[in-house]
């Protein structure tokens, strides 16, 4: 039953595959250095973590954030995934793939077990070559080299196909396995072995010994002699072993596994058959769903279809693991899937015995689609409405928001620095401030959603209408500030966009009250389910996955946030800045009584919002003049810790710790200091370290100013005025999703505009394009006609 394939202790190993396997191998021969094996390791592109992996196994896990803590894992492969499309032959590019992922998780400490087809598909290609070669010589011998007739091969049969590639696939298996310093060892079972209580613990101490050794076990039925399954087989209380999907299962009860993970052909378990127009991947598939599931046919190749999954995947949970069944052939994911797996992101469609007590991300998703879609209906006078009404409930409503944000600052005591702590802390004044920006957002919505922008004639009859519409479903990302909240809401409210709202959970008290008091104000008209508030388990990542759902991603947060996002959400556009490193360019024009106050309020007022200043660029003329002493007197009562830049530093006996990078934000109170020539030096240096966020410039030289302005390719440009001023509330947007530096659709502080898109509108009278053809009887005029005023009141 158990052969040992495992080679360790010698100096070197060489492997040469037979010659059939030759052309669908990587390389004719294998042979491993103990020194080469150091560098094999460094070729993985996945990360190598350590993470604890104490666990007592008794119930499977709830949530998927959970499966990093799988200590005991079995992977089953699918005939599907270890096959070739023809089914003669190996994948072996995507094997390779999986036996990486496989030893990086066993490197990490885990107990790996693989449950794997393929013998047949291996052995057949071996068959099919022996049987061509074997005709070809003996119509050589009878037709004395004359053209040799087509040859037919017959049909093969299964079991001695499993018996001639079973060796040869073992042998592969562990010639890969080989490159990770990791030895495998090869089972093959049959339903008595788990039936006869003698077999089954040997199987049990066998596979126990071989995880205590540290070896990967490599499991598969014995097609070679396996009778056929027969149906409705199953004993009493246990699944019966009929083909790789309930061996898996099997095993990974019998083990007492943490972790199984099925691997096919299609993404997961579909509520209609994959393929069709309706179908939807099901995320989590709670025991008893089944009944709400249409079973498609069963995968091209193996014993097994979806419906055979499903039951082993419910017998293995039941028995106390947890399934993911997952795409194993895709080649966008086939790299990483066993590996995003056990990380907890959402791959495939995980088994869980627990039901969430509110709605999925999907369906609040789906309820914010058509949330928003009724709110783009209503009329403005409506929308303001739900907006005055939040702003009433924020002050009315105000010594139940403190509590709740007094909670999640005694809860983020000693595990957050000062400046987050101080984004995470409300008040009153704070509440006010909030109350006055919705009121302005209101009074600004009256003329949003459905004004037309540009009219044409395009002939008789025929009118072209551009008018502003909602983007559709915003997901809206923020960390530590609450007051975001209802800002983000009312904006959402006033565009007629749906929204998804995803905070950090050091201010969930906060937000949760926030929400509520939302939905509360939007209930005034039976659309509560515009705004969601995702609270599920959910990562970031994962959220950023939701294409069909989401139409626009804007993140609020630390530069790390926004640029992780920006890498995640590869199919949804994301609004935002990754980083706010604002400049101040001091001319030697400048007026001494203004510099010292607005480099104080630029720096030091909240140092750790994204327009806070982060470099002084200082003429050098202003060296050694009381302009110059002035500015650092006052940053050293401020506490600010100065660093030098490098031509700063060079006008220096003893400088301040010159800076390790000009490109830095530093969101606390530290600044750069740098010395520039002129006003066109400083432009090249905003241009070279700045993150076109908001810069700013000092002097008294009105050309000079207007040079600047002019020149310096930022959102926002300023003349002697504060960094700080770089805000919707304080631009009279009313609030801001955000800060955007990208250079199309919205640029600078965001607000009701920048969450407008627009559509076109085509009134006719029976008007065909054929009537404008040369010989046609109608011509385009292509007339700009008068837009209807817009109401600024």
């Given at each position: 039953m158990l052969s040992r394939v495992c080679r360790s202790g010698s100096p070197s190993f060489t492997y040469r595959l037979l010659p059939w396997v030759q052309s669908t191998t990587l390389s004719r021969s294998c042979r491993v250095q103990p020194s080469a094996i150091r560098h094999v390791r460094s070729w993985s592109n996945i990360p190598f973590i350590t993470v604890p992996l104490s666990r007592t196994h008794g119930k499977s896990f709830a949530h998927r954030s959970e499966l990093k803590h799988a200590k005991r894992i079995v992977v089953k492969l699918g005939s599907a995934v270890v096959t070739r499309g023809d089914e003669c032959g190996l994948a072996l590019g995507r094997l390779a793939s999986i036996v990486e992922q496989v030893s990086v998780l066993q490197n990490q400490g885990r107990e790996m077990m693989?449950?794997?087809?393929?013998?047949?598909?291996?052995?057949?290609?071996?068959?099919?070559?022996?049987?061509?070669?074997?005709?070809?010589?003996?119509?050589?011998?009878?037709?004395?080299?004359?053209?040799?007739?087509?040859?037919?091969?017959?049909?093969?049969?299964?079991?001695?196909?499993?018996?001639?590639?079973?060796?040869?696939?073992?042998?592969l298996y562990e010639a890969m396995f080989t490159q990770y310093s990791i030895c495998a060892a090869q089972i093959l079972v049959t339903n008595l072995d788990f039936h006869d209580e003698q077999k089954r613990r040997n199987l049990n101490g066998t596979l126990h010994e071989l995880l205590r050794m540290n070896i990967v076990p490599i499991v598969n039925t014995n097609d070679a002699v396996v009778p056929p399954a027969e149906p409705n087989s199953d004993l009493q209380g246990v699944i019966s072993v009929k083909d790789n999907d309930s061996l898996a299962a099997r095993l990974a009860v019998e083990m007492k596994t943490d972790l199984l993970i099925v691997l096919s052909d299609v993404e997961g378990l579909f509520d209609n058959p994959p393929g069709s127009d309706d179908a939807k991947l099901?995320?989590?598939?709670?025991?008893g769903d089944q009944q709400s599931v249409t079973f498609g046919t069963k995968s091209r190749v193996g014993m097994g279809g979806m419906e055979a999954k499903v039951k082993a995947a419910l017998w293995a949970l039941q028995g106390g693991t947890s399934v993911v069944i997952a795409n194993g052939t895709h080649p966008k994911v086939s790299g990483h899937v066993i590996t995003d797996i056990v990380e907890g992101k959402k791959v495939g469609t995980f088994f869980s015995e627990v039901k969430p007590a509110g709605p999925t991300v999907e369906q609040q998703g789906e309820m914010a689609r058509s949330g928003g879609r009724m709110l783009a209906t209503l009329e403005p006078e409506q929308r303001a409405e739900i907006i005055h009404h939040l702003a009433d409930l924020l002050t009315d409503q105000r010594d139940e928001i403190l509590l709740a944000n007094k909670k999640d600052l005694e809860e983020a005591e000693g595990r957050l620095a000062a400046p987050l702590l101080k984004r995470l802390s409300l008040s009153t004044s704070k509440l006010n401030s909030l109350a006055i920006g919705l009121r302005q957002i209101a009074a600004s919505s009256q003329d949003s959603v459905g004004r037309v922008l540009r009219r044409t004639?395009?002939?008789?009859?025929?009118?072209?209408?551009?008018v502003t519409v909602p983007i559709g479903v915003l997901l809206v990302i923020f960390e530590s500030r609450p007051d975001c909240l209802p800002q983000v809401a009312a904006l959402a409210i006033a565009s007629g966009n749906g929204l998804l709202?995803?905070?950090?959970?050091?201010?969930?008290?906060?937000?949760?009250?926030?929400?509520?008091?939302?939905?509360?104000?939007?209930?005034?008209?039976?659309?509560?389910?515009?705004?969601?508030?995702?609270?599920?388990?959910?990562?970031?990542?994962?959220?950023?996955?939701?294409?069909?759902?989401?139409?626009?991603?804007?993140?609020?947060?630390?530069?790390?946030?926004?640029?992780?996002?920006?890498?995640?959400?590869?199919?949804?556009?994301?609004?935002?800045?990754?980083?706010?490193?604002?400049?101040?360019?001091?001319?030697?024009?400048?007026?001494?009584?203004?510099v010292t106050r607005l480099v104080r309020d630029s720096k030091c007022e909240y140092p750790a919002a994204c327009n806070a200043l982060e470099t002084l660029l200082i003429h050098r003329d202003l060296l050694r003049t009381p302009l110059f002493d002035q500015i650092i007197d006052m940053l050293r009562v401020e506490q600010v810790k100065i660093h030098a830049g490098p031509k700063f530093a060079s006008y220096l006996t003893f400088?301040?710790?010159?800076?390790?990078?000009?490109?830095?934000?530093?969101?606390?109170?530290?600044?750069?200091?740098?010395?520039?020539?002129?006003?066109?030096?400083?432009?090249?240096?905003?241009?070279?370290?700045?993150?076109?966020?908001?810069?700013?410039?000092?002097?008294?030289?009105?050309?000079?100013?207007?040079f600047f302005l002019q020149h310096v390719d930022s959102a926002c440009v300023f003349w002697n005025a504060?960094?700080?001023?770089?805000?919707?509330?304080?631009?009279?947007?009313?609030?801001?999703?955000?800060?955007?530096?990208?250079?199309?659709?919205?640029?600078?502080?965001?607000?009701?505009?920048?969450?407008?898109?627009?559509?076109?509108?085509?009134?006719?009278?029976?008007h065909v394009v054929s009537d404008f053809s040369e010989h046609g009887s109608l011509k385009y005029l292509h007339e700009n006609l008068p837009v209807p005023q817009r109401n600024t009141n």
């Amino acid at each position: 039953m158990l052969s040992r394939v495992c080679r360790s202790g010698s100096p070197s190993f060489t492997y040469r595959l037979l010659p059939w396997v030759q052309s669908t191998t990587l390389s004719r021969s294998c042979r491993v250095q103990p020194s080469a094996i150091r560098h094999v390791r460094s070729w993985s592109n996945i990360p190598f973590i350590t993470v604890p992996l104490s666990r007592t196994h008794g119930k499977s896990f709830a949530h998927r954030s959970e499966l990093k803590h799988a200590k005991r894992i079995v992977v089953k492969l699918g005939s599907a995934v270890v096959t070739r499309g023809d089914e003669c032959g190996l994948a072996l590019g995507r094997l390779a793939s999986i036996v990486e992922q496989v030893s990086v998780l066993q490197n990490q400490g885990r107990e790996m077990m693989l449950v794997t087809s393929g013998a047949v598909a291996f052995g057949k290609q071996r068959l099919r070559h022996e049987i061509l070669l074997s005709q070809s010589v003996r119509q050589a011998l009878h037709s004395g080299q004359n053209q040799l007739k087509e040859m037919a091969i017959p049909v093969l049969e299964a079991r001695a196909c499993a018996a001639a590639g079973q060796s040869g696939l073992m042998a592969l298996y562990e010639a890969m396995f080989t490159q990770y310093s990791i030895c495998a060892a090869q089972i093959l079972v049959t339903n008595l072995d788990f039936h006869d209580e003698q077999k089954r613990r040997n199987l049990n101490g066998t596979l126990h010994e071989l995880l205590r050794m540290n070896i990967v076990p490599i499991v598969n039925t014995n097609d070679a002699v396996v009778p056929p399954a027969e149906p409705n087989s199953d004993l009493q209380g246990v699944i019966s072993v009929k083909d790789n999907d309930s061996l898996a299962a099997r095993l990974a009860v019998e083990m007492k596994t943490d972790l199984l993970i099925v691997l096919s052909d299609v993404e997961g378990l579909f509520d209609n058959p994959p393929g069709s127009d309706d179908a939807k991947l099901i995320d989590i598939f709670y025991p008893g769903d089944q009944q709400s599931v249409t079973f498609g046919t069963k995968s091209r190749v193996g014993m097994g279809g979806m419906e055979a999954k499903v039951k082993a995947a419910l017998w293995a949970l039941q028995g106390g693991t947890s399934v993911v069944i997952a795409n194993g052939t895709h080649p966008k994911v086939s790299g990483h899937v066993i590996t995003d797996i056990v990380e907890g992101k959402k791959v495939g469609t995980f088994f869980s015995e627990v039901k969430p007590a509110g709605p999925t991300v999907e369906q609040q998703g789906e309820m914010a689609r058509s949330g928003g879609r009724m709110l783009a209906t209503l009329e403005p006078e409506q929308r303001a409405e739900i907006i005055h009404h939040l702003a009433d409930l924020l002050t009315d409503q105000r010594d139940e928001i403190l509590l709740a944000n007094k909670k999640d600052l005694e809860e983020a005591e000693g595990r957050l620095a000062a400046p987050l702590l101080k984004r995470l802390s409300l008040s009153t004044s704070k509440l006010n401030s909030l109350a006055i920006g919705l009121r302005q957002i209101a009074a600004s919505s009256q003329d949003s959603v459905g004004r037309v922008l540009r009219r044409t004639r395009i002939a008789k009859d025929l009118e072209l209408e551009q008018v502003t519409v909602p983007i559709g479903v915003l997901l809206v990302i923020f960390e530590s500030r609450p007051d975001c909240l209802p800002q983000v809401a009312a904006l959402a409210i006033a565009s007629g966009n749906g929204l998804l709202l995803k905070g950090g959970k050091e201010a969930s008290h906060s937000n949760r009250i926030l929400h509520l008091l939302t939905q509360e104000a939007l209930s005034i008209h039976g659309i509560k389910e515009a705004v969601q508030l995702v609270n599920t388990r959910e990562e970031v990542e994962d959220l950023c996955r939701l294409d069909k759902m989401i139409d626009l991603i804007i993140p609020r947060g630390s530069s790390q946030l926004v640029r992780n996002i920006q890498k995640a959400a590869k199919g949804i556009p994301v609004m935002g800045h990754s980083e706010g490193i604002c400049h101040m360019y001091v001319d030697s024009e400048a007026s001494v009584d203004k510099v010292t106050r607005l480099v104080r309020d630029s720096k030091c007022e909240y140092p750790a919002a994204c327009n806070a200043l982060e470099t002084l660029l200082i003429h050098r003329d202003l060296l050694r003049t009381p302009l110059f002493d002035q500015i650092i007197d006052m940053l050293r009562v401020e506490q600010v810790k100065i660093h030098a830049g490098p031509k700063f530093a060079s006008y220096l006996t003893f400088s301040p710790s010159e800076v390790k990078s000009l490109r830095t934000e530093y969101g606390d109170l530290e600044l750069c200091i740098e010395v520039v020539d002129s006003v066109q030096e400083a432009i090249d240096h905003i241009h070279k370290y700045g993150s076109s966020h908001t810069d700013v410039i000092v002097t008294e030289n009105e050309k000079t100013a207007e040079f600047f302005l002019q020149h310096v390719d930022s959102a926002c440009v300023f003349w002697n005025a504060s960094t700080r001023f770089s805000d919707g509330y304080r631009f009279g947007l009313g609030a801001e999703v955000g800060i955007s530096t990208s250079r199309i659709h919205a640029r600078g502080p965001v607000g009701l505009e920048g969450l407008l898109t627009t559509k076109w509108l085509l009134r006719g009278q029976d008007h065909v394009v054929s009537d404008f053809s040369e010989h046609g009887s109608l011509k385009y005029l292509h007339e700009n006609l008068p837009v209807p005023q817009r109401n600024t009141n």
